[in-house]
């Protein structure tokens, strides 16, 4: 259950998982030979951070499951009225997701004159995002994975579980490591991360500058987005225009070859705009930090020679 918990965490980059698994819920005495389904739902959550060890967190995972059996008799709907989880007819207002042990798999039994025999019936739907359901053989471990196909696909899921056996295979290696460390890639899926996906050498028209090279983009695909910043965004045809009339402007300032433009701006249009438009009017651009100090500032203008500089309007 802790290793399930760090894939979880390892594929969602989040370090507080809430997983839901059953209990009996016959606790108490009369309620043993009782013929019904008192099954309740038990919402489990832990915090896989990365900077942990493998061995406190499933410290950490085993206290959390003691305390959360402790409680198992109370009911699920008041826990979830309680904790004002958002309802949604489409998923479980806790978690997406379940682990559940099954240690003793009843295959036939008697019953008087009776006999009875375990039929396995075909599952058509699943009753959560994914679940993991793990059967003890005693000296094996079966799992079965249950998903939604509407969010998974079927190589999705045959990934996901080579993965869980890789962390599993891993944790067992060395119990010691952090959760940042554990590896759940095969050595396959390392080479192709590392090698395959980095072999991107390409060949460019090394007699062409940046600027012109974007300038041939913009005219093929005008209407394509350039630039996203927040919740706005620009097209080539934008950025190219703009771009040229401010070159057009820095030229008829003397900007030309061997002239140092300054730009002094925080991440935004304007800033990949300046840069281009330098380019465009045939000078070189000095970014300038608007943070760095001002003694710091004055020294790169006057080390640099620069006569113009370009800066957002609340920093004239």
């Not at 951070?49 to 206290?63: A, G, M, P, Q, Y």
């Amino acid at each position: 259950f802790s290793a399930y918990n760090v894939l979880l965490s390892k594929y969602t980059g989040q370090e507080d998982i809430v997983v839901g698994t059953p209990v009996e819920g016959r606790r108490h005495a009369d309620l043993r030979n009782i013929i019904g389904m008192f099954v309740n739902t038990l919402a489990l959550r832990s915090r896989p951070r990365s900077r942990i060890t493998f061995l406190d967190f499933l410290n950490e995972v085993k206290d959390e499951l003691l305390l959360a059996y402790e409680n198992q008799e109370y009911p699920f709907e008041e826990l979830v009225e309680k904790a004002g989880a958002k309802r949604d007819l489409s998923r479980n207002p806790l978690f997406d997701t379940t682990f559940v042990l099954h240690t003793s798999a009843l295959k036939s039994f008697k019953l008087g004159g009776l006999s009875a025999s375990r039929m396995e019936t075909k599952i058509e739907t699943s009753k959560f995002d994914l679940a993991f359901d793990a059967f003890d053989n005693g000296e094996t471990i079966d799992f079965r994975i249950e998903y939604c196909t509407d969010l998974f696909s079927e190589d999705t899921i045959a990934r996901l579980s080579s993965h869980f056996v890789n962390a599993l295979e891993d944790i067992v290696s060395n119990p010691q490591k952090r959760l940042s460390e554990i590896n759940i890639l095969s050595e396959q899926e390392r080479y192709q991360l590392l090698y395959e996906f980095n072999d991107t050498d390409a060949d460019y028209p090394r007699d062409m500058t940046i600027h012109r090279m974007f300038e041939i983009q913009a005219e093929k695909t005008p209407d394509n987005i350039a630039l996203i910043f927040e919740d706005r965004n620009m097209t080539y045809y934008e950025l190219n225009e703009r771009a040229n009339r401010l070159a057009h402007t820095l030229r008829e300032k003397g900007v030309g070859p061997d002239e140092i433009v300054g730009i002094m701006t925080y991440r935004s249009f304007e800033m990949i705009i300046g840069i281009m438009a330098i380019l465009k009017a045939g000078g070189a651009y000095m970014p300038i930090d608007p943070d760095y100090p001002e003694e710091r500032i004055n020294f790169m203008l006057e080390n640099s020679g620069a006569k113009i500089i370009l800066a957002q309007s609340n920093m004239l």
